[in-house]
């Protein structure tokens, strides 16, 4: 089944895509994604999160909670964290502790 369309990311740009740009903004975009991993992103977390310690510990509780966020289901909110890769709920970030 193929994603439905939507406006590219690009802001101005009505061109419709089932990615994130079209295919005149997405050397564009991937320009973003790149300079985002290299000066933001945080290599220790990344390398922590691709682990497969984390991963192991992740499935288990999304197995445990339902694969819901335990934060959001305490205010009444069921979010399930199955569209968020890597974040199994956001009570404690990983650069906190």
Known sequence: MKKPF????????????RGSYCETHSDEGMKKVREYNSEV????????YNSKEWQSVRKQVLIRD???CVKCKENG??????????VVDHIVEVRDN
């Open 6 to 17: 939507k406006p590219c990311n690009k802001i101005g740009c009505s061109n419709l895509t």
């Open 66 to 68: 339902n694969f819901l």
């Open 41 to 48: 992103r945080n290599q220790e977390h990344v390398k922590f």
């Open 77 to 86: 909110v069921l979010t399930p964290v199955m569209n968020r890769k890597g």
